[in-house]
């Protein structure tokens, strides 16, 4: 039992895992605090580097995401992309097509400046696609947290046949 439908296609190719965590730039953040569930979407940065995804988020410096992470830093995360709705000759034939990432890990809160200053390039290159640079000031305004992902898994949900989908208005 892997999770999947049958219309829903495990992906395992890193390359186009990697073209998901590129493209979906909104993550939902999963974090439990004692027996409450909590999700904070926020944008993301990504490294992958030695086989290692490493997810960088940024934001103000306090908060309740903060506040949870420092009592229980185990987090779940989901992102998507590719959003394509198409319809059928019946309600139950509609559907959604659309690529995704869902994993779990470890979150610590950044202290250093030199890894915060870092983070930001990340985020800044995964959000934009574009290179920044951040000095020790900007860097100190912001909080960082940093995800150490231990497992993930991506899957796709491709168009049905001689359907080419239509517009995702959100
Ligand atoms: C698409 C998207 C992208 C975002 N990207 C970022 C990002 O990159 N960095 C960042 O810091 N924030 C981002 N945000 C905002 C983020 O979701 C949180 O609102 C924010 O980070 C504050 O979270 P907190 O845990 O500190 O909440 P607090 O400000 O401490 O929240 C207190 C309470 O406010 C409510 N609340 C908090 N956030 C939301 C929300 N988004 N919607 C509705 N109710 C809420 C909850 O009830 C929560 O318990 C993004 C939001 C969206 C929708």
């Known amino acids: 039992m892997n999770g999947l439908t049958r219309r829903e296609k495990l992906i395992t190719d890193i390359d186009k895992v990697l073209e998901i965590l590129k493209k979906s730039k909104v993550l939902h953040l999963g974090l439990v605090d004692g027996d409450e569930p909590d999700v904070v979407p926020m944008n993301y940065g990504f490294t992958y580097e030695e086989e290692k995804l490493t997810i960088w988020l940024h934001g103000g410096t306090a908060g309740r995401k903060y ?52 983070a930001l390039s990340v985020f800044m290159k995964t959000q934009t696609n574009g290179n920044f640079e951040f000095n020790e000031k900007l860097a100190s305004v912001v909080g960082i947290i940093k995800i150490d992902v231990s497992e993930f898994t991506a899957k796709h949900r491709p168009l049905p046949k001689n359907n080419s989908g239509g517009e995702y208005n959100v």
């Open 67 to 118: 506040d949870i992470i420092r009592k229980n830093p185990k987090v779940f995360f989901e992102m998507e992309c590719d959003l394509i709705p198409f319809e059928g000759d019946v309600a139950c034939k509609y559907g959604l097509s659309y690529s995704s990432l869902m994993g779990k890990g470890v979150a610590t809160i950044i202290e250093s400046s030199e890894e915060k200053q870092r």
